[in-house]
């Protein structure tokens, strides 16, 4: 039987050496292979500056160890590489769609009942329990990012990203003039935080007036920003509307470039689905219907749609007849699944050949592949394709637990 991976794929052999991580140079943990080569003929001052470095080190992996320990009065690095959840930052003028597209992505808030949503005059903030915790806020359209007495450093030091809306049913020239003064804001100050462009509320809208807004706002963004000495910044635009799959997809593109683990994850899906001939696999956030991670060939909206309704669904009757006997016992979701001897798995057809079908598995009570079976993965080949996905499936596991 052909298998999907090699036993060790989660532990490759020790050959290859990882690539260079800018922000991990200023660690400590450089020094080891520095001591190692300085040994044989140092000076008294290499010596001390070697000891010096050696107790900073041992110091730091204390630290590590006893995180609650404060007892260390060692000067902290001041950049080190960014921590905590994925965060996401709202800005845009009045009225954009700030609050709904929060709302409604993270809240599930029906897209018709954003039409009663108040203001927003302050910072708020939500926050989403999934298999990480997806942090969001939202900048009133008041405070402008450059203003002297908005606290910056606070909104932007942990934001992963900042999503600028822009409402294309309105007069966009204003919301580029603000957006460009952000965007060099943050090229200046927090260059590590990925701006976004969400040209908002493009349902209603001919594809020909949407496609012509879409390329006059980046060419519009991409011509002042090079003016600026900003060429090279790199900015995603997505057409988004709250009324149909568009936001989400959106979303789970800004998301995904905050999640270390998207490279694994990639590997993982690009292996199952070339050894499966599988069309389109996606690693859905089950709560939000975001995905988390997809497999490198070309993503289609309408297949997106698909699984994304297909997720619905799974919700709905999990929720009605459950897929685990022993919920809520404290026990690990893979756990339970295990012992229960019930891994949550279905399938079903969407068109009148039989020749394609979603196959869903769940991963853990957040995750969920989903995939889009296509010609030469018929369902006489289940033992194949189970096989696989339950390797993917500790895979995955494996790569959320290191
Ligand atoms: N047609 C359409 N309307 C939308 C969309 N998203 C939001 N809206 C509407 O736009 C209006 C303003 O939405 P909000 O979310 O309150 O906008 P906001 O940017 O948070 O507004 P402020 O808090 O006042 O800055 C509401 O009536 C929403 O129903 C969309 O995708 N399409």
Known sequence: ?????????????PARAPPPNPFELLFPSSVSTTSSACSTQSSPRQNEWLTQHLQNQQRSERDAANPFSHASNAP??????????????FMGLRRSGKSSIQKVVFQKLSPADTLFLESTTRIETASMQSFVTFESAEVPSQLSAI????????????????IWILDVQDEFLTSISEMIQTAVFLAENYPRVNFEVFIHKTDGLSDEYKNETFREVRQRVQDELSDLGHGDRSVSYFQTSIFDHSVFEAMSKVVQKLLPQLPAMEALLNKLCSTCRIQKAYLFDTVSKIYVATDASPTFLKDYEVCSDYVDVIVDIKQIYGWHSQEGDGKAASETSQEDG?????????????????????????????????????????????????????ALLQVFRV
């Open 76 to 89: 902290r690095a001041h950049y080190s590489r960014r921590k905590g959840n994925p965060k996401v930052l």
């Open 1 to 13: 039987m052909r298998t999907l991976f090699s036993e060790n794929i989660l532990s490759p052999s």
């Open 342 to 394: 019930g891994i949550g798995e279905s399938m079903v057809t969407y068109d009148n050949s039989g020749d394609t079908y979603i196959y869903a598995r769940e991963i853990n009570d957040y995750l969920s592949l989903i995939c889009v079976m296509g010609k030469g993965s018929s369902t006489a080949k289940r033992v194949l394709i189970d096989y696989n996905v339950s390797i993917l499936h500790d």
């Open 147 to 162: 203003a002297p007495d908005f606290d910056h450093r606070a909104a932007f030091s942990s934001a992963g990203a900042v």
